[in-house]
């Protein structure tokens, strides 16, 4: 199965989509993802606790998936988004 959209679950809070781009390009995959949405309530400026990331590539979100599996950045989960 190819894909390039990842979903991000159980994010903290309290992250901003800022500190979440950096995390993932201190992973090693800056210039690797093209977007990025953690959307967060309008009132509170709060994350929501989730975010979807699309990839250059279906390798790279592949790899993506991989690492933050590994690493656990933030104690969160994946899980492949399939693009419509």
Same mark, same amino acid.
């Given at each position: ?8 679950? /159980?994010? &903290? %809070? /309290?992250i901003? #989509? =800022?500190?979440?781009? %950096? ?8 210039? $690797? ?5 953690? &959307? ?7 994350? $929501? =606790?989730?975010?979807?990331?699309n ?6 979100? $592949?790899?993506?998936? %991989?690492?933050?599996?590994? #690493?656990? &950045?933030? =104690?969160?989960?994946?899980? $492949?988004?399939? &693009?419509?």
């Open positions: 199965n190819d894909f390039s959209t990842v979903l991000l679950k /159980n994010l &903290p %809070r /309290n901003s #989509q =800022g500190v979440l781009a %950096r995390t993932i390009a201190i992973m090693g995959f800056d210039n $690797k993802f093209d977007f990025l949405y953690a &959307p967060s309530d309008f009132d509170t400026r709060r994350s $929501k =606790g989730f975010a979807f990331v990839f250059s590539s279906s390798a790279n979100a $592949k790899d993506f998936t %991989r690492a933050w599996s590994q #690493q656990q &950045p933030f =104690g969160a989960r994946t899980n $492949k988004k399939h &693009p419509p």
